[in-house]
């Protein structure tokens, strides 16, 4: 069965506000990887985290790792345009395919 | 630019067709995977290879074929494909098979079964 669990399956947001997606684990991860998927386009590596309660950012987005090692959060603040796609989690797995449902999220102007 | 190369980016084939996808990459990479993306269901990882050598093979139909004669090009090769087969067909690859490597896709393969 799928390793990880992502909520919600979908967000529609207008500019400006934030955004969040989750990713649970019933297991203890490794690490975890966030890939964002443009549309029409190919999912993108964006970050991994390792440590227990890992805090990474990258200009508006914050991924975080749970101190349990459990979850993970991506959080954009302020959201644009060019946010729009679908944003997955992936678990580490020995050529598993252990990422998430994804989230897809819409960006309204 | 990826470096994982794919070709065709699109396909429209018939049931009783039998046609190929490719996958080339130029990272050095020794891991390389197919996966499918259906509208209706995430990433499935379909096969593995691992320095030429199949390590995984999810229960994917046998009219799915997959090929590594070396480990730069991987092939998917298809026959008898049924309307539900028609999806985004993803290539990637690492450096090795490790539980910490990203996954380098390629831009994929949409076929269209009629």
């Known amino acids: 069965g799928q390793q990880v669990m992502q909520i919600p399956q979908y967000q529609h947001v207008q500019e400006g506000e934030d955004f969040t997606t989750y990713c649970n684990s019933s297991?203890?991860?490794?690490?975890i990887q966030w890939y964002k998927q443009r549309p029409g386009g190919h999912p993108v590596f964006l970050i991994q985290l390792v440590k227990s309660g890992e805090v990474k950012k990258q200009k508006r987005l914050t991924f975080q790792f749970g101190e349990a090692k459990k979850n993970s959060s991506l959080h954009i603040t302020a959201t644009q345009t060019t946010d729009v796609g679908t944003y997955f989690c992936k678990a580490p797995g020995a050529g598993k395919s252990t990422f998430g449902d994804g989230t897809t999220l819409t960006v309204k102007p | 630019e990826t470096g994982v190369t794919q070709t065709p980016r699109h396909l429209v084939m018939g049931m009783t067709n039998k046609k190929s996808l490719k996958c080339e990459q130029h990272l050095g990479h020794n891991a390389m995977y197919w996966y499918k993306q259906s509208a209706k269901k995430p990433l499935e990882l379909m096969f593995v290879?691992?320095?030429?050598?199949?390590?995984e093979n999810n229960s994917v139909p046998s009219r799915f074929s997959p090929e590594c004669p070396n480990s730069s090009h991987l092939f998917l090769h298809l026959h008898t494909l049924q309307p539900e087969d028609s999806a985004l067909y993803l290539c990637?690859?690492?450096?090795?098979?490790?539980?910490?490597?990203?996954?380098?896709f390629g831009d994929g393969t949409r076929l269209s079964i009629l």
């Open positions: 990637a690859s690492t450096p090795s098979i490790g539980s910490n490597q990203p996954q380098h």
């Open positions: 297991t203890t991860l490794s690490n």
């Open positions: 290879y691992n320095f030429k050598e199949q390590t």
